[in-house]
């Protein structure tokens, strides 16, 4: 009873987010209204199948303090991609990491496998049981502490303390 209640307040949130998203992209134009509620209702029937409820609450402030250090490493890396593809040398080094991730699998892999993906320089291409599979325009920088930086952020964001511990991939 209590799972059911838990997933249908978490609905309700999704139902509501999306219905604000609607209103805020038509501008509150009531004719719009019908086909947002629609809409709302059959995108948190999808986002409840393909991403199930949880009992995880994510901390908003937590949430929120992601953001100065997403927009930092963003604008940082936009620059050092521009930099690198006006470069006539173009000082690349190409590659792929693979970063052994502590969050569990699931929505915190997701997020953090997103926001390395947003970010310049790096691309999330799965998971292979623990391990991340990143392709990095350049191997020499230290995408494994940045990793790990925003790993340990997303994971405060959702209250999960990580394993410090790393073990080698099999």
Same mark, same amino acid.
């Given at each position: 009873?209590?799972? #059911?209640?838990?997933?249908?307040?978490?609905?309700?949130?999704?139902?509501?987010? #999306?219905?604000?998203?609607?209103?805020?992209?038509?501008?509150?134009?009531?004719?719009?209204?019908?086909?947002?509620?629609? &809409?709302?209702?059959?995108?948190?029937? *999808? !986002?409840?199948?393909?991403?199930?409820?949880?009992? /995880? %609450?994510? /901390?908003?402030?937590?949430?929120?303090?992601?953001?100065?250090?997403?927009? &930092?490493?963003?604008? /940082?890396?936009?620059?050092?991609?521009? /930099? +690198?593809?006006?470069?006539? +040398?173009?000082?690349?080094?190409?590659?792929? @990491?693979?970063?052994?991730? %502590?969050?569990?699998?699931?929505?915190? $892999?997701?997020?953090?496998?997103?926001? #390395? !993906?947003?970010?310049?320089?790096?691309? &999330?291409?799965?998971?292979?049981? $623990?391990?991340?599979?990143?392709?990095? @325009?350049? *191997?020499?920088?230290?995408?494994?502490?940045?990793?790990?930086?925003?790993? $340990?952020?997303?994971?405060?964001?959702?209250?999960?303390?990580?394993?410090?511990?790393?073990?080698?991939? !099999?």
């Amino acid at each position: 009873m209590i799972a #059911l209640m838990i997933g249908l307040m978490i609905g309700l949130k999704r139902f509501v987010l #999306l219905g604000a998203l609607w209103l805020a992209l038509t501008s509150n134009d009531p004719a719009a209204w019908p086909i947002g509620i629609v &809409t709302a209702a059959a995108v948190t029937m *999808l !986002s409840l199948r393909l991403l199930p409820a949880a009992g /995880r %609450r994510v /901390r908003l402030a937590t949430l929120i303090a992601l953001a100065p250090g997403f927009l &930092t490493g963003s604008l /940082r890396g936009g620059i050092d991609v521009a /930099r +690198r593809a006006f470069d006539p +040398r173009l000082p690349l080094s190409p590659g792929w @990491l693979a970063y052994l991730v %502590r969050l569990p699998s699931g929505a915190p $892999r997701a997020a953090l496998g997103g926001e #390395l !993906s947003l970010m310049p320089g790096t691309l &999330t291409a799965g998971e292979d049981g $623990r391990a991340l599979y990143v392709h990095c @325009l350049d *191997l020499d920088q230290p995408h494994d502490q940045a990793i790990a930086t925003e790993e $340990r952020r997303i994971g405060a964001s959702l209250g999960l303390a990580l394993d410090d511990r790393r073990e080698a991939p !099999s």
